[in-house]
């Protein structure tokens, strides 16, 4: 048996930058992570599970306004990081990025979004730019393409594309080097239990006894929640993100306009972070009964959660039904098949480098992680928003994507939600946080801190998707 002040269950992303601020951030004397897998960051937050973007909200366009203003500032806390622990570029790369308009109806959206919806406002380095500066940024994007289709892109040089899983390992060592971090991996959690004034969680190698507890385990968080009667008019909708692999094609990221109504990113093509010989297409997004891709064992898990009461039932019947994602899905289902997949998925190849044929393309064998969409079985219908729960003393944390972009804010948040449950026997250094993180940001011309904290309004307690 083990004393101490915080447990946090999950060493993904999460549950590494939570780790990281707590060490690193404030008094808290002693704070342990517990990770199931022998690495940290080895499911959701590896680097071939995910597509490896920094989401800011400038160029994906199911963001609203005021969802970029929310996301925007995760982003920066995370990049200011990325600036400043990793000026060699072993986490990361920065590059160009774009969200590409096809045809007059989107162009016209893009200058919609640009002029008239703020967006460029928001964002000072969000520029539009025409057919000749595209070719100069990306030459595949315009070669084989009809002269005569209406072109235009928003463009911006705040293209991060990151590592996430080597981001939480610095995360993890810097909070190592604080006196009170203990790190537990291979490690599974068998239970949670509340015992008088605070917790016993239970695990394969022993148990601790903790004051507080974050679940920060992704899909496997509204889990444990559940086994502890808690998350009731929840259930999950887990999706599976694919990607297809093609040779040296894009400079960037290029992305595609995001239909309305759907929770998942439109494709689009990306340089790997390590690989610059290698693009990336995707993701797709396709349903599974499963809390974790390629793992089976997660398939009674996934039960747990659901729970096959008839309001989860009239919930996925309702949801699944919609005439724009109904379709949605099984097209996504079409693109996992052999040989045909690959011809089914060209056309959304070819919206960004026209010129790819069928045989430049292949199934990236082993990519693709979980991301856990939140059902609201009241409403039956999907939340688009992260979700907590918060109770006595336990924090669970379900993040959707963006949460990796916006790991370092929802780490921020969840602080001051724990050092509440110590009843303020703890304090938060929140200057010295930002003095790490977001000062680094590199700012456009002219736009000094305060005007961006003026254009990102108040910082919200949660950051939704």
Do not use: C
Request: net charge negative.
């Amino acid at each position: 048996m083990s004393d101490t002040d915080l447990v946090i269950v999950g060493g993904g992303i999460s549950g590494a930058s939570l780790l990281y601020t707590v060490a690193k951030f404030t008094d808290v004397e002693d704070v342990t992570l517990i990770e199931k897998e022998r690495e940290i960051a080895a499911i959701n937050s590896h680097r071939t599970n995910n597509s490896q973007t920094l989401h800011f909200g400038d160029i994906e366009t199911n963001y609203t306004l005021e969802k970029a203003e929310e996301v925007k500032e995760g982003a920066e806390l995370l990049a200011g990081y990325l600036e400043g622990a990793d000026p060699d570029r072993e986490m990361h790369s920065k590059r160009s990025k774009m969200v590409l308009g096809v045809g007059d109806e989107e162009v016209a959206k893009l200058e919609e979004r640009y002029r008239e919806e703020g967006f460029g406002d928001l964002f000072p380095k969000l520029r539009e730019i025409g057919r000749e500066e595209i070719a100069e940024l990306e030459p595949k994007v315009i070669e084989g393409r009809d002269p005569g289709t209406e072109l235009k892109a928003l463009q911006t040089p705040d293209g991060y594309v990151v590592d996430y899983g080597a981001v939480a390992e610095s995360f993890v060592e810097a909070a190592r080097e604080e006196d009170g971090v203990s790190v537990h991996l291979g490690t599974t959690v068998t239970g949670v239990d509340e015992r008088g004034d605070g917790f016993r969680v239970d695990t394969d190698d022993g148990a601790f006894d903790a004051e507080a507890v974050v679940v920060a385990a992704g899909s496997h968080s509204l889990q444990f929640a559940k086994e502890m009667g808690y998350g009731e008019g929840m259930s999950l909708l887990p999706v599976a993100g694919s990607f297809f692999l093609a040779d040296d094609l894009l400079n960037g990221k290029v992305y595609t306009l995001q239909m309305k109504k759907l929770p998942f990113a439109a494709v689009h093509g990306d340089a790997d972070v390590h690989d610059g010989s290698v693009t990336r297409f995707g993701p797709t997004a396709k349903l599974v009964p499963a809390l974790e891709r390629g793992h089976l064992s997660t398939v009674s898990d996934f039960v747990d959660v659901f729970g096959f009461n008839p309001d989860s039932v009239l919930s996925y019947v309702n949801i699944l039904s919609d005439r724009i994602l109904f379709p949605y899905v099984v097209r996504n289902l079409v693109y996992d098949l052999p040989g045909v997949g690959k011809r089914a998925f060209l056309p959304n190849v070819r919206k960004v480098v026209p010129s790819v044929d069928v045989d430049d393309i292949d199934r990236a064998k082993g990519y693709g992680g979980v991301r856990p969409q939140i059902v609201d079985t009241e409403s039956r219908e999907l939340d688009m928003g992260e979700a907590k729960i918060v109770e006595d003393g336990i924090l669970f944390n379900i993040t959707p994507s963006p949460g990796a972009s916006t790991a370092l804010k929802n780490a921020m948040t969840d602080v001051e939600t724990v050092l509440g449950f110590f009843e303020g026997d703890y304090e938060f250094d929140e200057a010295a946080f930002r003095d790490a993180t977001i000062e680094n940001f590199p700012r456009a011309d002219g736009e000094s801190d305060a005007e961006a904290d003026d254009a990102e309004g108040p910082v919200p307690a949660e950051a939704d998707d």
